[in-house]
T-cell receptor
Framework: QKEVEQDPGPLSVPEGAIVSLNCTYS??????FMWYRQYSRKGPELLMY????GNKEDGRFTAQVDKSSKYISLFIRDSQPSDSATYLC???????????FGKGTTLSVSS | DTEVTQTPKHLVMGMTNKKSLKCEQH?????MYWYKQKAKKPPELMFV???????INESVPSRFSPECPNSSLLNLHLHALQPEDSALYLC?????????????FGSGTRLTVV
């Protein structure tokens, strides 16, 4: 079993839809969770980070962490064509030295 | 614009060439990283420079060698690469090994080995 599992999609939604992106993980030591957005041929851009369990909201983006289920989510409200990108989850333990990434989910928002 | 600057943005090199990729950050971060990313795949860690200590992914071939001249610069020296080494090479930095604030990535160097 891979440490971090993420459905690669692709996921296609109409403009204005609510998007739900998810990752599961197996290492219960992971404490820090991030979501990155990567446009084609660009480096990843940090969108959200959370520590341990709970929710965090930033504009149209909400990140949720459920450590009991080893499950993290990113919700995008009122999705826009500019949200079309690949979304990578990433996580690290307290003792870790580098982030562990999911495969990434490719999202396409049509106008 | 990203606060991690990578040069060059594109590089084409032959299998006998020697080249270097450069990465610079001025955020005072103490950890810097090299990642390799193939198309439609997540970034794969190659090297970590954290608090002046190098950590290596054991699977990275010796034809890649990192160099950290100072805390703001991280170079990746390339020698005798293979066509399968063609990829996007990403540099990143972080304040605390990425735990609280994540990494800041550069835009990458797109490398093609011919």
């Amino acid at each position: 079993q891979k440490e971090v599992e993420q459905d690669p999609g692709p996921l296609s939604v109409p403009e204005g839809a609510i998007v739900s992106l998810n990752c599961t993980y197996s290492n219960s030591a992971f404490q820090y969770f991030m979501w990155y957005r990567q446009y084609s041929r660009k480096g990843p851009e940090l969108l959200m980070y959370t520590y341990s369990s709970g929710n965090k909201e930033d504009g149209r983006f909400t990140a949720q962490v459920d450590k009991s289920s080893k499950y993290i989510s990113l919700f995008i409200r009122d999705s826009q064509p500019s949200d079309s990108a690949t979304y990578l989850c990433a996580m690290i333990s307290e003792a870790g030295t580098a982030l562990i990434f999911g495969k990434g989910t490719t999202l396409s928002v049509s106008s | 614009d990203t606060e991690v600057t990578q040069t060059p943005k594109h590089l084409v090199m032959g299998m006998t060439n020697k080249k270097s990729l450069k990465c610079e950050q001025h955020m005072g971060h103490r950890a810097m990283y090299w990642y390799k990313q193939k198309a439609k795949k997540p970034p794969e860690l190659m090297f970590v420079y954290s608090y002046e200590k190098l950590s290596i992914n054991e699977s990275v071939p010796s034809r890649f060698s990192p160099e950290c001249p100072n805390s703001s610069l991280l170079n990746l020296h390339l020698h005798a690469l293979q066509p399968e080494d063609s990829a996007l090479y990403l540099c990143a930095s972080s304040q605390d090994q990425g735990k609280l604030y994540g990494y800041t990535f550069g835009s990458g160097t797109r490398l093609t080995v011919v």
